[in-house]
């Protein structure tokens, strides 16, 4: 017998099982239908569910109330309060710190190294109050090792462990105070009536006039939304506020001993709020409270290029060609905070001068030739685009050859070099003589 026939017959005899098999689970339910039987019998069965009644998916949306429903909106409110206020009482207060510190103390296995096991963090759990038992679990223990060949954890850490978790519960409960629409965010005035309500116990901002209050609200809260509100929604996660360092730098000013130093790098203290504000002032040459092109190109050094502040008055918010002081502050933490990526992003719509998303040699060249334009003007003789153009693609180092995205940017670790090259005379120069300056001996 030929392969042919072989393989027809063997094909021919699939297809009669196949048949046969077909015929005989004719008269068998799906399994997908049994299951649908067996799930509303058991509804049933349960109580969950009553002969007849249709299964409905349950309503996990409700729109918040406005202003035409008070009552919604009222009972909203008392029913976050009485929320907030039972998460209160569940806190450690500094008594039960205390103690937790004395027990921590006492039934540690090596107090002079100010180490304690497992067991030791079983037995504090075991003898401290419920509201303290929460804190003390297995997770806890494993995330608080620093690689003890004997598996301990130094007894300061736990310690600084759980009154980190309360100081963050504290201020959470704190800030949802202010979150009037109740959906876990604070709007540009939520804020602003936060800060407004901190500033009494902040004791290194008493001396701020109260004429100045306002303006130093406006300050505070333009980082916040600068930086967390990367889709400009005009509000912040609160959980995104707890997790960045803002809140921390807050109330560090709470520390009447606190240097000089440490104050003037401080955006939120006092000398740094009045400093802007002073630089503000001195660029508003007409006192008309808002800042012209040519009030603004002083900003700074004055080497900011033309093509540049033609683009910040196309790109920001503008009210007749003039920008508000919130507009400048926006403009003064991106220039000030290069190198980060809120910042960069910020910039990067500005130099996108053809809305493509992406920044080729056309644009390139567009702003440098402004920076030519001011070397000519110190008496230099101007780099060519091209040799520039070469630099600034090797540096980026773009997926696509000949365009230039923000995700390059932000990838590549040198953006604020970038973008220093194209917006400001002086930033270009520190690049060009960066080697000159770093060969420089250093002065005994």
């Given at each position: 017998?030929?392969?042919?026939?072989?393989?027809?017959?063997?094909?021919?005899?699939?297809?009669?099982?196949?048949?046969?098999?077909?015929?005989?689970?004719?008269?068998?339910?799906?399994?997908?239908?049994?299951?649908?039987?067996?799930?509303?019998?058991?509804l049933?069965?349960?109580?969950?569910?009553?002969?007849?009644?249709?299964?409905?998916?349950?309503?996990?949306?409700?729109?918040?109330?406005?202003?035409?429903?008070?009552?919604?909106?009222?009972?909203?409110?008392?029913?976050?309060?009485?929320?907030?206020?039972?998460?209160?009482?569940?806190?450690?207060?500094?008594?039960?710190?205390?103690?937790?510190?004395?027990?921590?103390?006492q039934?540690?296995?090596?107090?002079?190294?100010?180490?304690?096991?497992?067991?030791?963090?079983?037995?504090?759990?075991?003898?401290?109050?419920?509201?303290?038992?929460?804190?003390?679990?297995?997770?806890?223990?494993?995330?608080?090792?620093?690689?003890?060949?004997q598996?301990?954890?130094?007894?300061?850490?736990?310690?600084?462990?759980?009154?980190?978790?309360?100081?963050?519960?504290?201020?959470?409960?704190?800030?949802?105070?202010?979150?009037?629409?109740?959906?876990?965010?604070l709007?540009?005035?939520?804020?602003?009536?936060?800060?407004?309500?901190l500033?009494?116990?902040i004791?290194?901002?008493?001396?701020?006039?109260?004429?100045?209050?306002?303006?130093?609200?406006?300050?505070?809260?333009?980082?916040?939304?600068?930086?967390?509100?990367?889709?400009?929604?005009?509000?912040?996660?609160?959980?995104?506020?707890?997790?960045?360092?803002?809140?921390?730098?807050?109330?560090?000013?709470r520390?009447?001993?606190?240097?000089?130093?440490s104050l003037?790098?401080?955006?939120?203290?006092?000398?740094?709020?009045?400093?802007?504000?002073?630089?503000?002032?001195?660029?508003?040459?007409?006192?008309?409270?808002?800042?012209?092109?040519?009030?603004?190109?002083?900003?700074?050094?004055?080497?900011?290029?033309?093509?540049?502040?033609?683009?910040?008055?196309?790109?920001?918010?503008?009210?007749?060609?003039?920008?508000?002081?919130?507009?400048?502050?926006?403009?003064?933490?991106?220039?000030?905070?290069?190198?980060?990526?809120?910042?960069?992003?910020?910039?990067?719509?500005?130099?996108?001068?053809?809305?493509?998303?992406?920044?080729?040699?056309?644009?390139?060249?567009?702003?440098?030739?402004?920076?030519?334009?001011?070397?000519?003007?110190?008496?230099?003789?101007?780099?060519?685009?091209?040799?520039?153009?070469?630099?600034?693609?090797?540096?980026?180092?773009?997926?696509?050859?000949?365009?230039?995205?923000?995700?390059?940017?932000?990838?590549?670790?040198?953006?604020?070099?970038?973008?220093?090259?194209?917006?400001?005379?002086?930033?270009?120069?520190?690049?060009?003589?960066?080697?000159?300056?770093?060969?420089?001996?250093?002065?005994?």
């Amino acid at each position: 017998m030929d392969f042919k026939t072989l393989l027809k017959n063997k094909v021919n005899k699939l297809q009669e099982q196949k048949s046969s098999i077909n015929k005989s689970s004719s008269n068998v339910k799906p399994e997908n239908e049994n299951e649908e039987i067996y799930f509303k019998q058991y509804l049933v069965e349960f109580g969950l569910k009553s002969e007849g009644e249709k299964l409905e998916i349950p309503k996990f949306f409700r729109k918040p109330a406005n202003d035409k429903e008070p009552l919604l909106q009222q009972l909203r409110e008392e029913s976050a309060s009485h929320l907030l206020k039972r998460k209160s009482k569940e806190l450690i207060d500094n008594n039960q710190l205390k103690e937790l510190w004395i027990l921590l103390d006492q039934n540690q296995s090596f107090p002079e190294e100010q180490l304690m096991t497992y067991s030791d963090f079983n037995k504090v759990a075991s003898l401290a109050s419920s509201k303290i038992q929460s804190y003390f679990r297995p997770s806890v223990f494993a995330k608080l090792q620093q690689g003890d060949s004997q598996g301990r954890i130094f007894t300061m850490s736990l310690f600084n462990y759980i009154m980190r978790k309360v100081w963050l519960i504290q201020t959470r409960i704190g800030l949802s105070l202010y979150d009037t629409a109740g959906q876990g965010y604070l709007t540009e005035v939520d804020l602003e009536n936060y800060i407004s309500d901190l500033l009494p116990t902040i004791p290194q901002l008493e001396g701020l006039e109260k004429s100045f209050h306002s303006f130093y609200v406006c300050t505070a809260v333009r980082k916040f939304l600068f930086f967390l509100d990367t889709v400009r929604s005009c509000r912040v996660r609160i959980l995104d506020i707890l997790a960045c360092s803002f809140l921390d730098e807050l109330l560090e000013l709470r520390d009447e001993s606190s240097t000089k130093e440490s104050l003037e790098q401080n955006w939120f203290s006092a000398s740094s709020a009045l400093r802007i504000y002073g630089h503000y002032l001195n660029l508003d040459r007409d006192h008309n409270g808002m800042l012209s092109k040519s009030e603004l190109s002083s900003y700074g050094s004055g080497t900011l290029t033309q093509p540049f502040l033609d683009r910040v008055f196309q790109t920001c918010l503008t009210y007749g060609g003039e920008m508000d002081y919130k507009t400048y502050l926006d403009l003064v933490l991106a220039l000030e905070n290069r190198s980060e990526p809120q910042a960069i992003a910020f910039l990067f719509r500005i130099l996108d001068i053809k809305n493509q998303r992406y920044l080729d040699s056309f644009t390139l060249n567009y702003f440098f030739r402004a920076i030519q334009d001011q070397m000519r003007a110190h008496g230099a003789e101007p780099v060519s685009f091209h040799d520039v153009k070469d630099e600034l693609f090797d540096m980026v180092r773009p997926k696509h050859p000949e365009r230039i995205t923000l995700e390059d940017l932000l990838m590549c670790g040198h953006g604020d070099t970038f973008i220093s090259i194209l917006i400001e005379f002086h930033g270009f120069w520190a690049y060009e003589n960066r080697e000159a300056v770093t060969a420089e001996p250093a002065q005994e």
